[in-house]
């Protein structure tokens, strides 16, 4: 659906963005991260045709944003950081102004209902966006972005400044739409990032130095791959059946205890997912398992360590080594070419 190529923008001699790739399949969801400066918000404006790159290629559903703008830009739904709310309009006169402004050609009242209906802000249609509150106007934001029923949305922190609740509902409203749109979603949250979505993006200075599901990322960079399960029953047979369940390596007694219950630790072989048949041996014995936990990375740490600028300079020198090896690849092709 996306597709983006060697991406680069430059601000005067300031590198905003450094040789970004990466493609975006149809139906995903797809958190993309990054520190401040990092070149987040610069990325998703060339995405949606906002800002121009200075080199390399963007393309939505086949269609290069450059050379077929109208065509990838009907495509796209953006909800920048700030909302682009007129607010001495009402909802329903500035959903009808989106409207018009798109070109938009599905029927008009229903397509707007269905909108409305699906954002939620039905009930506020007639009123005018100044008198609403800092949830419902970027529910008013995402709205517009559905507005032409768009394949892709780009969200950029969408749920700054809400409160709790009003987070938890935006989430579970992103959630609802990835079922039949892609969408990639920029946020500083990362719990946000981690319930909805299933595949994290991180840029740092400009360059992409991780693109990849979470438990993938943080299998490959953990060194602890063990579970911490707590268990209540009998010491000496519960580490004898975890001992006995297929594709346990080792497990061993921490001796934590919460109440009844004892902290095991149980390292699986590599690549074996031990989950199902833990809790099953337990339940056939009754004896309840009142905690499992990973011990591997949690996405904040995947953040803060992929995000360090050391390793970011390690991902941008390997970049250009392998620049330099393809270009140095290429023309001794072309030298032997000419030779032919």
């Known amino acids: 659906m996306i597709e983006v190529k060697n991406l680069v923008k430059d601000y005067g001699g300031h590198l905003a963005v450094k ?5 975006i399949r149809d139906g995903e969801i797809v958190g993309f991260l990054g520190p401040n400066g990092a070149g987040k918000s610069t990325t998703m404006n060339i995405l949606t045709g906002y800002l121009s790159a200075t080199s390399g290629s963007v393309s939505v559903d086949g269609y290069d944003i450059v050379e077929y703008p109208h065509e990838a830009k009907k495509r796209i739904g953006y909800l920048p950081e700030l909302p682009p709310l007129y607010t001495d309009m009402t909802v329903g006169e500035y959903l009808n102004f989106c409207y018009d402004l798109k070109k938009v050609t599905l029927p008009r009242k229903p397509h707007l209902e269905e909108i409305c209906r699906l954002v939620r802000i039905d009930n506020v249609y007639k009123r005018q966006i100044k008198n609403l509150s800092k949830g419902y106007r970027q529910r008013v934001g995402i709205a517009q972005a559905l507005i032409g029923n768009p394949d892709v949305l780009i969200l950029d922190e969408p749920t700054v400044g809400l409160d709790p609740v009003q987070i938890i509902e ?5 959630a609802q739409l990835g079922k039949n749109h892609t969408v990639i979603l920029s946020s500083h949250i990362l719990s946000e990032i981690q319930a909805v979505c299933e595949r994290i993006i991180i840029i740092n200075k400009g360059v ?11 299998h490959s960079l953990s060194q602890d791959h063990s579970l911490t399960a707590r268990i209540e029953g009998p010491k000496a047979e519960v580490m004898k059946l975890i001992a006995s369940i297929r594709g346990v390596d080792t497990v061993t007694a921490t001796g934590a205890k919460d109440g009844k219950a004892l902290e095991y630790r149980i390292l699986p072989l590599d690549g074996v997912d031990i989950r199902k048949a833990l809790f099953d041996r337990l339940a056939d014995r009754h004896w309840p398992l009142i905690a499992l936990s990973s011990n591997e990375l949690t996405l904040e740490e995947i953040f803060v360590r992929l995000a360090s600028d050391e390793n970011t300079e390690f991902v941008l020198k390997m970049q250009e080594k392998k620049e330099a090896e393809q270009n140095e690849a290429d023309a001794d092709q072309t030298e032997t070419e000419e030779n032919n």
């Open 19 to 23: 040789n970004a790739s990466f493609t």
């Open 170 to 174: 935006i989430r579970n409203l992103i």
């Open 208 to 218: 992409i130095v991780a693109d990849g599901m979470a438990s993938e990322l943080s």
